[in-house]
């Protein structure tokens, strides 16, 4: 019996104790989000406690031409509708405005429909509010309950260039509006893995 309490007290010895009450002590979490968009949550992780390693699964760049977007920028006024559907298509679309010599209050005229609560907050920071977010925080929720009829508008939808779902460009189209598709910005897996990790 001796033994097993020299082995149980040996064993507490070599295993430093911490006295760390946070939740996520002693923890190491690995962060796949894009660098720009991780650091409020990888900060709200290390306060609680974690350990964090950062490996974004995606990178996020301009696309391969910003005329598309530029041309729609230029005509808004033609626009019944724009839809924002996430905050890297919000931050790439107000730039281009401020590029293009505009801003918010060239929308005056174009209702603005987002998807998800992080996207109108990334909106609402840069003063401009949404006129619509369905109640459910995906793409297909935003066609369902769309505020108004949708048959006859021109909307316009600055998204990723490659890849992204096409069930929301489909249903509107289906409902009888026009909508134009322009990339906003590029996303990709990165070429390397920095040593660190």
């Given at each position: ?9 040996s064993?507490t010895?070599?295993?430093p104790?911490t ?19 991780s ?14 390693l ?13 005329q ?29 405005l ?5 801003d ?5 005229n ?17 003063g ?7 109640p459910d925080?995906?793409a ?23 890849g ?6 489909k249903?509107l ?19 390397t ?5």
């Amino acid at each position: 019996m001796m033994v097993g309490e020299e082995n149980r007290q040996s064993a507490t010895r070599e295993r430093p104790m911490t006295t760390d009450k946070r939740p996520l002590t002693g923890k190491t979490i690995l962060v796949t989000r894009s660098t720009e968009q991780s650091s409020e949550f990888s900060d709200r992780l290390t306060q609680d406690g974690a350990k964090v390693l950062s490996l974004p699964a995606l990178e996020i760049g301009p696309p391969s031409s910003w005329q598309p977007l530029d041309d729609s920028i230029d005509r808004l006024d033609e626009f019944d509708w724009l839809i924002l559907t996430s905050a890297n298509g919000v931050n790439s679309f107000c730039e281009r405005l401020l590029v293009r010599g505009k801003d918010r209050q060239h929308l005056t005229n174009v209702k603005i429909a987002v998807v998800g609560k992080k996207t109108a907050q990334i909106l609402k920071k840069r003063g401009i509010e949404p006129d619509f977010i369905p109640p459910d925080f995906v793409a297909d929720a935003l066609v369902e309950h769309f505020p108004e009829s949708v048959a006859g508008c021109q909307i316009l939808f600055p998204r990723v260039e490659t890849g992204g779902r096409e069930v929301l460009v489909k249903q509107l189209a289906e409902r009888g509006a026009k909508v134009v598709e322009v990339a906003a910005y590029e996303s990709h897996c990165p070429q390397t893995i920095p040593p660190e990790t």
